[in-house]
C-alpha cells in the first residue's frame, strides 16, 4: 500500500463519508439513514463499537460492531469502491478483533446474504464460519390474515418510550440481544421508531418495533413465551391495521431459521420467504498467551 492506514475512533464530521460508504456499499443491505448514523456516532456506550479506516486524512472504510460480555456481533463493514482490493477491510476486521480480546470477547458472529459470495469468502478466509441460516420473509399488509383477538389489548407509542424498556421475550432474532440496549439508546434521540405492544390481562405479551415508510424493515420483533402463538397473532393484527394507515407497500422480517414455530404462524398469516443469510461465527483468543 502506497500510504499508511490509520484506524481510529469517528469524529461527528466522519459521518458524512461513513453514510456516503453505506450508500455506495450496503445500500440494499442495511436499511438505514444519515440520521441514524449521526447519532450512532454521536452516542457514549460501551457497547457499541464503531472504527474507521483513514487514508490520506480521507475517511474511506468503517466497521460497525455491538458487544456484550464475552459475544460481539458485527454489523457492518464497508470499504468505500474506489479503495477496494487495498486489503482495507481485512485492517478493519484485524484491528476490531484485537481490540475486543482485548476488552475479553471470546465469540464473534455476523451474517452475510447467501448471494453475497465476495463477503462469505471474505469472512471464511478470516476464520469465520457458518452456524445457522437467518430467512427473510415479506408480505403485503393486505395479505396478512391476522385478526388481534378479544382478550387482547395494545398500545401504539413511540419506541422512545420507557414502557418499552425491560420486556422480557423470545426476539425473532439472534443478534436482538446485543443491539436492541443500543438501539433504544438512539430511539430516545431520533423518536422515528415506533412500537407496538399487545396485552392479555395486563401483562405485555409481544413487541414490535419498526420505522414508519412505504416499505417496512421490522427492527425487533419478540413474543412472551407463554402462548407465543397466540401473541404473535395479536401483535400481526394490530400490525397490518397500523401498516396500511402509513400507506405501507411491503414489511419485511427477519427470523431465525431455527425458529421453527414462529417461522410457521407467519407464513400461516400470509408472509413468504424472500431471501437468507448466513449466520457466521468466530472463536477469539488472546495471542499473548
Known amino acids: 500500500m502506497s500510504s499508511q492506514i490509520l484506524v481510529r475512533k469517528p469524529r461527528i464530521e466522519d459521518v458524512d463519508s461513513i453514510f456516503k460508504i453505506h450508500l455506495e456499499s450496503l445500500s440494499g443491505i442495511d436499511p438505514e439513514d444519515y440520521e441514524w448514523y449521526y447519532n450512532l456516532v454521536k452516542l457514549r456506550s460501551k457497547r457499541r463499537i464503531i472504527r474507521v479506516a483513514v487514508e490520506d486524512g480521507k ?20 470499504v468505500h469502491p474506489e479503495y477496494r482490493g487495498k486489503g482495507l477491510g481485512g485492517i478493519l476486521l484485524d484491528k476490531l478483533e484485537e481490540e475486543l480480546v482485548l476488552r475479553r470477547v471470546r465469540k464473534i458472529y455476523l451474517s452475510v446474504k447467501n ?55 423470545l426476539p425473532s432474532t439472534w443478534w436482538s440481544s446485543l443491539t436492541e440496549p443500543v438501539d433504544k439508546l438512539l430511539y430516545k434521540r431520533m423518536h422515528s421508531e415506533e412500537a407496538i405492544i399487545v396485552y392479555k390481562k395486563g401483562r405485555i405479551r409481544g413487541l414490535i418495533e419498526y420505522e414508519p415508510d412505504e416499505k417496512v424493515v421490522v427492527d425487533y420483533l419478540a413474543v412472551s413465551f407463554h402462548k407465543p402463538r397466540e401473541s404473535l397473532q395479536a401483535l400481526l393484527g394490530v400490525f397490518k391495521k397500523e401498516l396500511q394507515k402509513n400507506n405501507t407497500l411491503e414489511v419485511v422480517i427477519l427470523v431465525d431459521s431455527s425458529k421453527n414455530s414462529l417461522l410457521e404462524e407467519l407464513m400461516k398469516y400470509g408472509f413468504r420467504v424472500k431471501g437468507s443469510e448466513y449466520k457466521m461465527i468466530k472463536t477469539i483468543r488472546d495471542k499473548r498467551f
Do not use: C, Q
Open 59 to 78: 475517511v474511506v472504510g468503517f466497521i460497525l460492531a455491538y458487544k456484550h460480555r464475552s459475544t460481539a456481533y458485527i454489523d457492518a463493514l464497508a
Open 115 to 169: 448471494d453475497n459470495i465476495p463477503a462469505l469468502g471474505f469472512y471464511l478466509k478470516h476464520g469465520y464460519r457458518i452456524n445457522g441460516v437467518v430467512l427473510t420473509l415479506s408480505a403485503k399488509p393486505e395479505n396478512i390474515t391476522a385478526e388481534l383477538p378479544g382478550n387482547y389489548t395494545y398500545r401504539v407509542l413511540d419506541a422512545s418510550s420507557s414502557v418499552v424498556e425491560g420486556i422480557k421475550t
